[in-house]
């Protein structure tokens, strides 16, 4: 059966049309800052016209989206990246496609194509943390995402790790988000500098560059180490952009977890997989759930 998987992210939307969960066809488009939501039903839109052009209708849709999410009635709650509160996703989507939708939590549905998939398919029970353009994780148990009560399980991008710290998108202040998202990396960096490069430049002695990259890793191990303690888990799973810089992130992030957790052993730690494909696959993976 041929599917839709969709994920949007903060600057860019990636999708897939699956066959079997062998793609078909690949697609990017940018996100549309000025209007978001408008921007996602028109590239479903277009996916679903270039899977008939295909020749293979879309059964069935997945959409991933950032935020808060209620997987329940497919509703996107809130978002500080793209500005939305409230917005009925699943209603918007069924009603322009028609065809059967689903909606999930960027990051959750990430880690659930994981748990099938990828890094985490034999654990079982694992935390998935996605550094982009935010930060987010999922809590996975038995192979499942949990979600929380209304949604809003996940949001580690938002415990503060440094109080009184920089003003976050949120509200608040201090957020791990500000410090090691890739987008603040390079935003604390500065002259538009992206943070791949300042990575770079970092492990080439630029002071500036050590400086805000050491202290991404510092606030990095602080959530990691609340989330060892808190949760248990036996495996981590880094994905998301930042997952990309490799060793220069899991190595120093590795050592650093270690050194907060003084009276246990930590998890281990492991990169994505799927690379920036996790949650697309994850979307998939929800549309084939509306159809079993």
């Known amino acids: 059966m041929t599917l839709i998987g969709l994920d949007v992210g903060g600057t860019s939307m990636k999708a897939a049309i699956t066959k079997d969960f062998e793609a078909l066809a690949t697609e990017s488009w940018p996100t549309d800052r000025s209007d978001p939501v408008g921007g996602i039903l028109d590239f479903a839109a277009h996916l679903c016209a270039h899977a008939d052009s295909l020749g293979v209708p879309a059964r069935a849709i997945g959409i991933a989206v950032p935020g808060i999410v209620d997987e329940r009635t497919g509703v996107a709650v809130h978002s500080a990246n793209l500005g939305w509160r409230d917005v009925p996703m699943l209603h918007l989507v069924t009603e322009r496609l028609g065809i059967p939708a689903a909606i999930g939590h960027d990051v ?11 890094a985490g398919r034999d654990a079982g029970d694992f935390v998935f ?28 991008g938002h415990v503060v790790v440094r109080p009184d710290g920089e003003d976050c998108a949120c509200g608040n202040r201090g957020c791990l988000e500000t410090y090691a ?10 002259e538009s500098v992206p943070a791949e490069e300042v990575i770079a430049r970092a492990a080439r002695d630029d002071e500036r560059a ?21 949760l248990d888990p036996g495996l981590l799973v880094i994905g998301g952009g930042l997952a990309q ?36 696959k994850g979307a998939a993976i929800l549309a084939q759930r509306l159809l079993n």
């Open 108 to 118: 959750r549905t990430g880690g659930l194509a994981e748990a099938v998939l990828g």
């Open 129 to 156: 943390m996605a550094i982009g353009t935010g930060i987010a994780a999922a809590l996975i148990l038995n192979g499942a995402p949990y979600p929380g009560v209304v949604g809003w399980s996940g949001e580690i």
């Open 181 to 190: 998202s890739a987008a603040a990396i390079s935003r604390r960096y500065g």
């Open 210 to 230: 050590a400086r805000v990259w050491s202290e991404a890793l510092d606030t990095l191990a602080d959530g990691l180490a609340a989330t060892t303690l808190l």
């Open 245 to 280: 810089a490799g060793e220069a992130l899991l190595n120093p992030l590795e050592s650093r977890l270690a050194s907060r957790l003084k009276f246990r052993d930590p998890p281990r730690i492991r990169p994505t997989e799927l690379d920036d494909q996790a949650a697309v």
